[in-house]
């Protein structure tokens, strides 16, 4: 692998500091398909090294390389391909608990009523951003 | 030494995914009325593992676990490792992402990890929080 070492990118019109490069890269993401029956897949990634199916809609998503601490951003959705229902306002919501080598996802399906319940979901999308260790 | 994130990235430009056929099933002894969990490798981490020359030592891991968060940590740094088994990797996999409370650590009699073929984890979701790891 080859190393070009440089301050600044420029397309001869734009210049820009690799610096903005660097620290705007998303540091993980993950396509976790969640709803087949032997558990959770990762289809899509970098920086994960697995999921763990902690029981109905928990997952946890251990990263391989990890963040510097845990002030960092992540953005995270998920869905209920998985469910087929007549009401349209049944959604699901995920709940994180953030460590700087994994995030812990609890996902809560609403029903129309309100009542919540945990629910394996249809999938996690996750992307991360921040300091790495 | 080139930092981890960048070998990761190097690897995933030229290294194709590989779907492991094991899975790790274990229960955490501190929450005995939690059901068993269930651990799925990344197959883009798995070629990694595979490929060799990428992943740092374990130890490197299981020392960063006592560092707090903000100080710098060891693994990203450290010489990469070379090719593993896939049974290797899934070793290696259980010391980095488990507890060394489930691994390392448990002294009861229930049997309370297991890595399993992928064909074992139950298909039927029904009763998903009642999993138990057979004895």
């Not at chain 1, 087949?36 to 391989?64: E, F, K, M, Q, R």
């Amino acid at each position: 692998m080859s190393t070009l070492t440089v301050s600044n990118i420029s397309d001869s019109t734009t210049t820009v500091g690799t610096s903005y490069v660097i620290n705007g890269s998303a540091k993980a993401w993950g396509f976790i398909v969640g709803w087949h029956a032997s558990g959770p897949t990762i289809d899509g990634s970098n920086n994960l090294s697995s999921v763990t199916d902690n029981g109905t809609g928990n997952h946890t998503i251990n990263y391989t390389n990890s963040m510097s601490n845990t002030n960092y951003a992540y953005h995270l959705t998920t869905s209920q391909l998985r469910f087929t229902s007549t009401s349209t306002n049944h959604r699901s919501h995920g709940y994180p608990v953030v460590s700087s080598s994994s995030i812990t996802i609890q996902t809560i399906f609403v029903t129309s009523n309100g009542v919540g319940t945990a629910s394996d979901i249809g999938d996690i999308n996750l992307t991360l951003f921040g300091d790495l260790a | 030494m080139t930092h981890l994130w960048d070998r990761l990235a190097e690897a995933k430009s030229r290294l194709e995914p590989v779907q492991s056929k094991y899975r790790v099933l274990f229960e955490d002894p501190a929450t005995p009325d939690e059901p068993a969990k269930v651990l799925v490798p990344d197959p883009n981490w798995m070629a990694c593992a595979l490929a060799g020359g990428i992943l740092p030592p374990i130890d490197t891991y299981q020392r960063d676990r006592d560092v707090p968060d903000g100080q710098p940590k060891e693994h990203p740094y450290a010489e990469p490792i070379d090719a593993m088994t896939e049974e290797e990797a899934i070793e290696y996999l259980v010391m980095k992402d488990i507890d060394p409370a489930v691994w390392r650590d448990y002294q009861g009699n229930r049997t309370i990890l297991k890595i399993v073929p992928v064909e074992l984890i139950p298909s039927d979701r029904s009763f998903r929080n009642a999993w138990r790891v057979v004895q």
